[in-house]
C-alpha cells in the first residue's frame, strides 16, 4: 500500500457543527501532516505529528484540534470553524529524521464552511 | 521576496511542445520536490532529487545545487500534462517550503 487515503472528500459544515477529517497510511511513515491549501495558492503547513507526537503546530486557531491515536491514523477534529476556514485541506506523511525521504499526499479533503 | 521562485506562473502550450518550468531557490536545502497538482485534486510527487538529473517517461528534472536552481522539462506534451506544477524545497527537519506554483495549460 502506497497511498495515503483521506475521507471525506468533500464535507460542507455550518459554523456550529463538529466535524472530523480523517487521514490513514500503511507506509509505515512515523511523520503525518496537515496542509491547508487556498485556491490558486501553495499548500500551507498546519501541523505536524513525529513518531506520534505533536512537534510542529503552526499557530494554528484553536477551533482545529489535530489527534494521531495511532502511526497509521491523523485525524483533524473542527469545531466553530468560520467560511474562510474554506479550503482544500491535504494529509501527507514521511519518514522523520531521514532528510532524503520523500513525501506521500492524499488527494484532499474539500471542506465548505457555510 | 519567497524563498521558493518558480517561473513562469502560467504556461499555454500546443500538444507536442518541449516545456520548461524553472524554481529557484535561496535556502540550504537538503531535497527538492517537483510535485503536480490537477484542479481540485490531491498532490503527486513526480521527482524528489538532491542532486543531478532524473526522469521519468516523457519528464526530466534536474537540479543544479551550485546554482540553486532546478527545472522540470516534459517532453512532447499531452493535454493531460495540463495540471499545476510545484517546487517545492525541503529545509531543516521535516518541512517543505513551496513555490507558487506554475499552471500548465496544454491544448490539443
Known amino acids: 500500500d502506497t497511498e495515503v487515503t483521506q475521507t471525506p472528500k468533500h464535507l460542507v459544515m455550518g459554523m456550529t457543527n463538529k466535524k472530523s477529517l480523517k487521514c490513514e497510511q500503511h507506509?509505515?511513515?512515523?511523520?503525518m501532516y496537515w496542509y491547508k491549501q487556498k485556491a490558486k495558492k501553495p499548500p500551507e503547513l498546519m501541523f505536524v505529528y513525529s513518531y506520534e507526537k505533536l512537534s510542529i503546530n503552526e499557530s494554528v486557531p484553536s477551533r482545529f484540534s489535530p489527534e494521531c491515536p495511532n502511526s497509521s491514523l491523523l485525524n483533524l477534529h473542527l469545531h466553530a470553524l468560520q467560511p474562510e476556514d474554506s479550503a482544500l485541506y491535504l494529509c501527507a506523511s514521511s519518514q522523520p529524521r531521514d532528510r532524503f525521504y520523500g513525501y506521500t499526499f492524499g488527494s484532499g479533503t474539500r471542506l465548505t464552511v457555510v | 521576496k519567497n524563498e521558493v521562485e518558480q517561473s513562469p506562473q502560467n504556461l499555454t502550450a500546443q500538444e507536442g511542445e518541449f516545456i520548461t518550468i524553472n524554481c529557484s531557490y535561496s535556502v540550504g536545502i537538503s531535497a527538492l520536490h517537483w510535485l503536480q497538482q490537477h484542479p481540485g485534486g490531491g498532490i503527486v510527487s513526480l521527482f524528489m532529487?538532491?542532486?543531478g538529473k532524473k526522469k521519468h517517461g516523457r519528464l526530466i528534472a534536474t537540479i543544479n545545487i551550485q546554482e540553486k536552481h532546478s527545472s522540470l522539462h516534459i517532453t512532447a506534451s499531452h493535454p493531460r500534462d495540463s495540471a499545476v506544477y510545484i517546487c517545492a524545497v525541503k529545509t531543516s527537519g521535516s518541512r517543505l517550503t513551496f513555490g507558487e506554483g506554475t499552471q500548465l495549460t496544454v491544448n490539443p
Open positions: 507506509m509505515g511513515h512515523r511523520a
Open positions: 532529487l538532491s542532486s
